[in-house]
Structures are given as C-alpha cells and as structure tokens.
C-alpha cells in the first residue's frame, strides 16, 4: 500500500479521478483522448490559421496589387504606410487593443498557465490585420498565437467549469500555431517545449487546472498537435489554393574555395543582428519618450508608416512579413545588384524592430528569414560563391541572432534547406546565437502581464 501511495505520489495523472489507472486498458483510453483531442485541436488551429493568412494575402493584393496599379504613381508607398500609421494609431487609442509580441505571449502562458486578450478577439483580430495589410515588415506569428491561444485558453477554462477538468487544451497552442504558422511541424514541438508551464518534471499549470502530466506526456501531446495543425494548413491548401509559405532553397552545391566564405558569412549574420538590436533600442527609447497618451500612441505609428513608407520608394521589398518576397528573390536575385540586395536585407533588419516598438505590432520571424535570405544572395553576387550556402548561413546565424534560441532557429528553418544544409545551418544557428551583444543591445526576457490572484477552493467544497 505504501509502495502503491508513493508512485501515485510521484506520478500524478488524473487526481480528478480520485484513483489510480485499473491496468493497460483504463490508460490506454486515457491516453487515447487526450491524443485525439491534440490532435484535433491542432487541426482546427491549423485550418484557423489558414484561413487567416489568406484574409491577409487577400486584403494586402486589394490595396497593394490592385490599388497600387490603379494609382500607378512612384510615391503610392509613401502615401499608403503613412496612411497606414495613422490608422493603426487612432485604431489603438480609441480601441485600448493592441497586438502582443510573441516573447510576451510565451512568457505570459509559461509563467501562468493562460493567455487572456486586450480587447477581445475581435478587436485583436483588426489589431493584427492593420499592420500587415499597410504593408508593414513584420510578421504573422505573434498575432495568430495571441489570438489561438488565447481563444483555447478560454475553450479549455468554460470545459473545467463544466466538469471536464482533465481536458488540456490550451498546453498544445503554441505547438500547434508554431506548426501552422511556419509549416514546420519540428518548430511547434519545439515552441511547445520551450513554453510549457514551469513545474519540474511534472507539468502542473496553477489554480484551476486539475490534471498533470509527465514532461514526456507533453511532449507526445506537443507533437501530435503539430502534426494535426500541418494537416490542417495542408487541407486549407488543397481546399483553396495555398500560401506561399517558407521558402524551400535547392541543394548546397559549394566547391571546397566557397567553404572559406562560411566565416565572412557569419560576420555579416552578425552585424545584421547588431543592427537590429540597435534598432530595437534606439526605437524603443524613441516610444518610451513619446509616451503613451493619446498624442504619443498616434503619432508613433504615423512616424514609422513615413519611415518604411520612403525607404520601399527606392527599396519596395523592406514592406510586408517577407514570406512572398524571399520566393521572389529566389527567382530573381541574379538580376539585382550585390548592393541592391544588402541594402534590402540591412534596411529590412533595420525596419522590423522600428515597426514593433513604434505601433505596428507583429512578429519578427518572417522579416528575419528575408532579410537573412536578401544579405545572403547579396554575398553571392558578390563573391560568386555558391548562393545557397551563402543564403543558409547568413539567414540562419542572423535569425539565431535575433531570437538567441539556436533550437527553435533550427526547427523553424529546417524545411528550407535540404539535409546537405543541416550541417551549416545548425553551425551558423548556434553560432549566431552564441556571439555576445553588447551590453546596451541585449534582449530583455519578456515579462508577463501580472495575474490577478484567484482565490483557492478546497477539492471538497467544490
């Protein structure tokens, strides 16, 4: 009986239950629920995000495609981001809703267990959409996994109030939004892990969850949540037509003298990454002066919409996540100039952090890749070195160097290059990350919006 006190002790699974597994088959079936439930989680979220990035797609063709060749004058870009910034602040003075930074999102659920929205879905909804349809260089990622996982945060909390306590729903998001949103299913497993709740070897999440799982248990949950979110992206895909997605970048083809420009690459990834943290600081010292009162929360948006908006007069792809851009230059970066296409993914490292601290809040990791993507095609034209061993390092040691988590770097890039790039790419990643910033430029960990304390009830009274 002892024996039998101290392993429920150590391996808690359903306390709901108020007893332990009757054999193989009672934990089968409870292990089969919950997989099944992942993984039909996961394909919602996945066809969510779909169909949310083609809302996107759909809007920024309207206004960019079709309204930039009715226009038909060299300063449209100008014209619509300034347009863009002022609407973007009005929208945030009058609505009190603004998107939150992915790092924020993560810490928040990380450190409590839930993700709650500013605003409503609905107002967090017009929030995400502004930035990227004006044309904004930043990405999909941190809006969608607000708005996901926020949304099955609330699934899973209106489940335990109806009884069904041992229903985790919410623990899967991030690993199935990662799925979707990249089109990676290693990256959501890996976003997954590096989110879940703290609490040891055991999982707990505070106050009104009631069910705990083994770390490996999680694991097996994150997975089949990515896999179910790729399915899901995948059946909008044959359903509607598709996203361009990540890039998917040929074999290495390098000759032994091109390996001597491995180290000139990783310079560049890192001086990319010196100026996007300096960006980063120097942007966010400019809207803390500013402020947040009604003058400062406008104005902001408006002064980074004329920014971005005279740069892409001379350099157009600096504007949008990237994803479209990236395929773009892989078809026609031999015919851009070697400086062209630094200066593109300089400007576009530059641009990013200018827009998230000055209002037009979105994401990092879509910009990153193109911006790493431009600088690498750059160096080939320069050097004439083999360009997809130009693009694999500079991209994965920047992008490496913005987020400093060399695991995610890699599982997020690992479907653009082919297995003969692994090598390289995770080279470049742990590099990249490892290289010191100075001590002005560093990334601050992200701090979670405080939690009101919920007062405890006795198992028994409830």
């Known amino acids: 009986m002892a024996k039998e006190a101290r392993t429920e002790q150590r391996r808690p699974y359903i306390r709901d239950a108020g007893r332990s597994f009757n054999g193989p088959a009672d934990m089968a079936t409870a292990g089969t629920g919950m997989v099944l439930l992942a993984l039909a989680t996961g394909f919602v979220i996945g066809f969510l995000v779909f169909l949310l990035m083609s809302l996107v797609n759909w809007l920024t063709a309207l206004l960019w495609g079709i309204g930039g060749a009715a226009a038909g004058v060299p300063w449209y870009s100008l014209a619509v981001c300034t347009l863009g910034g002022l609407v973007i602040g009005l929208w945030t003075w009058y609505s009190r809703s603004r998107v939150e930074g992915l790092e924020t999102v993560m810490g928040e659920f990380k450190a409590t267990g839930t993700y709650r929205l500013r605003g409503g879905v609905g107002k967090s909804a017009v929030s995400f959409l502004l930035p990227l349809v004006f044309g904004g260089s930043v990405g999909f990622e941190a809006g969608l996994t607000g708005i996901i996982t926020a949304a099955c945060c609330w699934i899973r909390d209106k489940l335990k109030a109806a009884g069904l306590r041992e229903m985790h729903i919410a623990d899967v998001t991030i690993a199935a939004s990662f799925s979707a949103i990249f089109g990676a299913p290693i990256a959501g497993i890996v976003a997954g ?170 994401g990092n990791f879509f910009p990153s890749i193109f911006a790493g993507v431009a600088c690498g095609y750059g160096l080939a034209a320069l050097t004439g070195a083999d360009p997809m061993l130009m693009v694999t390092v500079v991209a994965t040691g920047f992008l490496a160097g913005v987020t400093r988590k060399p695991l995610l770097t890699i599982a997020i890039l690992a479907l653009c290059f082919p297995l003969d790039g692994i090598l390289w790419s995770g080279l470049a990643a742990v590099i990249g990350a490892a290289l010191p910033l100075p001590r002005m430029l560093r990334v601050p960990d992200a701090q979670p919006r405080r939690r009101p304390r919920m007062r405890k009830v006795n198992d028994d009274a409830r």
């Open 193 to 362: 892990a590096e989110s879940a709740p703290k609490g040891g070897d055991v999982l707990e999440e505070p106050s009104v969850n009631d069910y705990d799982m083994r770390r490996g248990v999680k694991v097996v949950l994150y997975t089949t949540a990515a896999i179910g979110a790729f399915a899901g992206i995948r059946a909008g895909t044959a359903l509607f037509g598709g996203n361009a997605g990540l890039p998917h970048f040929d074999s290495i083809q390098a000759v032994a003298a091109d390996l001597l420009w491995v180290v000139p690459c990783l310079a560049v990834a890192y001086v990319m990454a010196l100026v996007y943290h300096a960006s980063r600081v120097g942007t966010a010292h400019l809207a803390a002066r500013m402020g947040n009162g009604q003058m400062g929360t406008i104005l902001k948006p408006v002064i980074a919409g004329v920014a971005i908006g005279a740069i892409a007069m001379a350099f157009p792809l600096v504007l949008f996540p990237g994803e479209e851009q990236s395929h773009e230059l892989m078809a026609t970066w031999t015919t851009w100039t070697a400086v062209a296409l630094l200066a593109t993914g300089m400007l576009k490292a530059a641009a990013t952090p200018l827009c998230i601290n000055m209002g037009w809040m979105g």
